[in-house]
């Protein structure tokens, strides 16, 4: 199962169109996510402030802003080996 990280901060109109557009690929059952929410984990609020929602693999980050879903596809089919 291929892991993603979903930083965010709740009442983010920007997070919150990127984690609806996430639905196709969290319904796939390929990808779980793992979602953290700057409000909650305030030691990372330094490190990322304004620039979420932020979509990461492992270090990797994937999409700042928002969702670019033709690389994010192109990314995980890369991981499949296809």
Excluded at 13 to 36: K, N, P, T
Excluded at 45 to 63: A, D, M, S, T, W
Aim: charged share 30%; aromatic share 10%.
């Amino acid at each position: 199962m291929i892991t993603l990280r979903f930083v965010y901060r709740s009442g983010c109109h920007l997070c919150e169109a990127m984690w609806a557009e996430l639905d196709g690929v969290r319904a796939s059952g390929e990808v779980d996510f793992e979602l953290i929410d700057l409000a909650r984990e305030r030691h990372l609020e330094e490190r990322y402030g304004e620039n979420i929602p932020l979509l990461f693999h492992g270090e990797r980050e994937l999409c700042r802003y928002f969702l670019d879903m033709q690389k994010l596809g192109d990314y995980l089919d890369g991981l499949r080996g296809g």
